[in-house]
C-alpha cells in the first residue's frame, strides 16, 4: 500500500485546513495504514485531580485516526467520525506528552474503522483505547 500524503503533506493540510488545533498535536511517523502522533500536554488537557481530561484523550484519538485516513487516500477534509468507543484504562500522568499509536483495520470505499492506543510518554501501559469508525465521502 502506498501512501496518498506523507508526513509534511499532512501537516500542511491541518495548518491550512484546521489551524484551530494545528498547534494541539504533532505528528511523529507516518507509514501506511499507521501514524504516531504526539499531543504536549498544557494546562488546558487537565482536569481537577492532575489528570488529563477525557475529552482531550478522546481528541487525540480522532485526529490520529483522521490523520492515518487521509495518509491513505488524499486530502478529504469531509471524512467524520460516525462512531467512537473509548475505554479509559489508567491515570495519565499530568506532565508527560500523550502519545497515540493510530492504526486502520479497515479502509472501504466508504468506511475507515481504526484502533487508537493511548500512552503517557515514557510510562507502561497504554492509559487509554479507541476505536473508531469513519465515514469517507464520495469521490
Known amino acids: 500500500m502506498n501512501l496518498a500524503m506523507d508526513k509534511a503533506a499532512l501537516e500542511a493540510f491541518l495548518a491550512r485546513d484546521f489551524p484551530q488545533v494545528g498547534d494541539d498535536f504533532v505528528l511523529e511517523e507516518v507509514t501506511p495504514m499507521v501514524v504516531r502522533v504526539r499531543m504536549p500536554v498544557a ?3 487537565l482536569r481537577p485531580g492532575g489528570t488529563v481530561s477525557g475529552p482531550s484523550m478522546f481528541a487525540l484519538a480522532d485526529v490520529s485516526i483522521y490523520l492515518a485516513i487521509l495518509a491513505m487516500i488524499g486530502p478529504k477534509a469531509l ?3 460516525t ?5 479509559f484504562m ?3 500522568a499530568a506532565d508527560r506528552d500523550l ?3 493510530a492504526r486502520l483495520l479497515k ?7 481504526g484502533d ?3 500512552f503517557s510518554d515514557g510510562l507502561e501501559g497504554a492509559v487509554a483505547r ?3 469508525t469513519y465515514s469517507i465521502p464520495p469521490t
Open 116 to 118: 487508537a492506543m493511548i
Open 99 to 101: 502519545i497515540c499509536d
Open 90 to 92: 489508567r491515570k495519565p
Open 83 to 87: 462512531n467512537c468507543s473509548i475505554d
Open 107 to 113: 479502509l472501504g470505499r466508504v468506511l475507515a474503522v
Open 130 to 132: 479507541a476505536g473508531l
Open 43 to 45: 494546562e488546558r488537557h
Open 79 to 81: 471524512a467524520v467520525t
